[in-house]
């Protein structure tokens, strides 16, 4: 599959999306079979790059249950410390997720 290379629009370059490599195509005007030779070889050069992983999300910490669980108790005390105005709400709530004040 090559879909994710493209010609980006607004600078007329070839591109890879997973790796990111741009390239000009060939000075302009040029015969269309010299474009097209272009254009393949960048897309025989890009076929093996790989989608990046995207980045973790919340939800996916919490997944993890024991150290996701950690994590968003540490960024809510986090939040309670920098924001102390909304302190009482905050703290409800995080009494609400302490795992000691759950039942086993």
């Not at 090559?2 to 007329?12: E, K, P, R």
């Not at 960024?75 to 703290?91: G, H, M, R, S, V």
């Amino acid at each position: 599959m090559s879909d994710h290379v493209i010609t980006n629009s607004l600078n007329g370059k070839f591109k890879c999306e997973f790796c990111g490599t741009e390239e000009e195509p060939p000075f302009m005007p040029a015969p269309i079979n010299v474009i097209i030779d272009a254009m393949d070889y960048f897309i025989d050069t890009h076929k093996k790059c790989k989608r990046p992983q995207p980045e973790a999300t919340m939800s996916e910490y919490i997944k993890g249950f024991n150290s996701g669980y950690q994590f968003v108790l540490h960024e809510i005390e986090t939040y309670i410390k920098q924001y102390p105005d909304n302190k009482f709400a905050l703290q409800e709530l995080l009494s609400h997720l302490k795992m000691e004040d759950k039942p086993h």
